[in-house]
C-alpha cells in the first residue's frame, strides 16, 4: 500500500483532509456519493464534484461510478492513497468519532507541545481482511472462512459476525459459529484465509444472549492499603463512597478484568490497588472467550 506523500503533488491542508475523508467514506463504508461529502463537509456540490474528479486524478482506477445507485465503489485494485489502511488506523477513526460524535474524523496531529502515548504491540492483522468484516456486518452476510484457534487444529467456519470488538491488545469478531452451535469471538489475526462473503445471516446481535445481558462490576480500593491510599485511589477512579459501578456485557466481562488486572486472586496492595468486591456473586455462567 502506498500513502501520498507531500512530495507527488502539493496540496492544501484541507483539501487532503477532504480527499482523505472521501477515501476512508469508501473504503469502510463501501460506497460513497456527492451527497455524503456534502453533509460531511458542508461544501457546496461544486466543490463535492471538484474533491472527486481530483481523487480520480491522483488515485487512478481506485473508484468505478454505479450510475443506477448513483454511487462510487472501490475497485478491485483499491489501494488507499491518503489513508495507511491499517487496523490501528481504523480503531483511531471509530475512538475519534465516539469521542466527538461523527462518522469520520481526521484529527490534526498537535504540534509545539510534548505528547507521548503507549500502545500494545500492534498484533498481526491483515487490513482485507478487516474490510471483508466489516463488508459482512454492514450487509448482513454470513462469512466462510479457515481458523486456526488455539485449541484445536485449523477448520473451516461459517460465521455471521455483528460486532467488531477490540480489547486494548487485539481485534476479535462476536459472531454466531454454525459449527459450534453458538455466539463466540474469534481472533481476526486467527483467519488463515481471507473471508468469503457467503449467504445472508440469520443470526443477529439482538439473539446474542451474552452479548445483551448487562452486569454491574463493582470495584474498590485494596483494602490493605491504608485510608489515605484508599481514599487516593478512589480520587483516581472517581468512585463514589468508595466503590465504582461498572456496566459490562457479559460477553465482555473477562476482557475488562483482564484490562484491570482483576481476573486473578488479588496481588500486593500497592501494585494491585483495586478489587472486584461482587466477585463471588458473579454468575455462574461464563460466556464463550476467543481462542
Given amino acids: 500500500m502506498s500513502l501520498l506523500n507531500q512530495s507527488d503533488i502539493q496540496l492544501k491542508w484541507d483539501t487532503r ?48 461510478y454505479d450510475r443506477n445507485q448513483k454511487a462510487y465503489f472501490p475497485s478491485e485494485q483499491f489501494v488507499p492513497r491518503f489513508m495507511r489502511g491499517t487496523a490501528e488506523e481504523y480503531l483511531r477513526l471509530i475512538q ?31 487490513f482485507q481482511v478487516l474490510r471483508v468484516i466489516h463488508q459482512a456486518m454492514r450487509e448482513n452476510r454470513q462469512i466462510k ?12 467456519l461459517i460465521l455471521e459476525p455483528h460486532t467488531l470488538v477490540f480489547n486494548g491488545f487485539r481485534w476479535h469478531i462476536r459472531a454466531y459459529s454454525h459449527e459450534h452451535n453458538g455466539y463466540r469471538d474469534f481472533v481476526l ?28 462490576l463493582v470495584i474498590a480500593p485494596h483494602p490493605e492499603l491504608s485510608p489515605e491510599q484508599q481514599a487516593v485511589i478512589a480520587d483516581d477512579f472517581g468512585m463514589t463512597d468508595g466503590t465504582l459501578h461498572l456496566i459490562v456485557r457479559r460477553a465482555m466481562r473477562l476482557y475488562v478484568l483482564r484490562m484491570l488486572h482483576l481476573d486473578e ?23 464463550e472467550i476467543a481462542q
Fill in 265 to 287: 486472586s488479588p496481588l500486593v496492595p500497592k501494585i494491585q490497588q483495586i478489587v472486584w468486591l461482587n466477585r463471588e456473586q458473579a454468575e455462574i455462567k461464563s460466556p
Fill in 17 to 64: 483532509q477532504r480527499l482523505a475523508l472521501l477515501e476512508a467514506t469508501v473504503m469502510w463504508e463501501g460506497k460513497v456519493t456527492t451527497g455524503s461529502l456534502i453533509q460531511l463537509l458542508g461544501i457546496s456540490r461544486g466543490q463535492a464534484s471538484k474533491d472527486f474528479s481530483l481523487y480520480h486524478q491522483l488515485a487512478k482506477g481506485n473508484l468505478f
Fill in 96 to 126: 475519534a468519532g465516539s469521542c466527538l460524535g461523527q462518522s469520520v474524523v481526521l484529527p490534526i496531529i498537535p504540534t509545539g507541545i510534548g505528547v507521548e502515548l503507549l500502545y500494545p504491540p500492534e498484533r498481526k492483522l491483515d
Fill in 189 to 216: 489475526a486467527r483467519f488463515i484465509s481471507l473471508p468469503e462473503l457467503a449467504d445472508s445471516a440469520t443470526y443477529f446481535v439482538e439473539n446474542d444472549a451474552d452479548w445483551n445481558h448487562l452486569e454491574t
Fill in 145 to 156: 472462512v479457515y481458523y486456526q484457534s488455539l485449541s484445536s487444529k485449523p477448520r473451516w
